[in-house]
């Protein structure tokens, strides 16, 4: 079955930078359209980015777009999230998406 496995998270300071990774397993990853969100404390899901099954077409919400960059590794069947300038209202969990599957998720603290 699809297995989504997201690591990578922690607690860092603002400004600081964390990259998520996703392992997938189960599906055809090559194939897939990946999504990462995420939930904020008391939030509802929050899209954050897309990327195409080949990593040539990205999107990205307001609130990350040009501090977050996703990307793929198809050889690896494993997804990135690389985060910079991370800020306090960046906590939350986030959790990689296949279609309406998502993985357990990791949790991400921005805090001084």
């Known amino acids: 079955q699809v297995q989504l496995v997201e690591s990578g998270g922690g607690l860092v300071q603002p400004g600081g930078s964390l990259r998520l990774s996703c392992a997938a397993s189960?599906?055809?990853?090559?194939?897939?359209?990946m999504t990462w969100v995420r939930q904020a404390p008391g939030k509802g899901l929050e899209w954050i980015s897309n990327i195409s099954s080949g990593g040539g077409s990205t999107s990205y919400a307001s609130s990350v777009k040009g501090r977050f960059t996703i990307s793929r590794d198809n050889a690896k069947n494993t997804l990135y999230l690389q985060m910079n300038s991370l800020k306090p209202e960046d906590t939350g969990v986030y959790y990689c998406k296949a279609g309406l599957t998502r993985g357990q998720g990791t949790q991400v603290t921005v805090s001084s």
């Open positions: 189960g599906f055809t990853f090559r194939s897939s359209t």
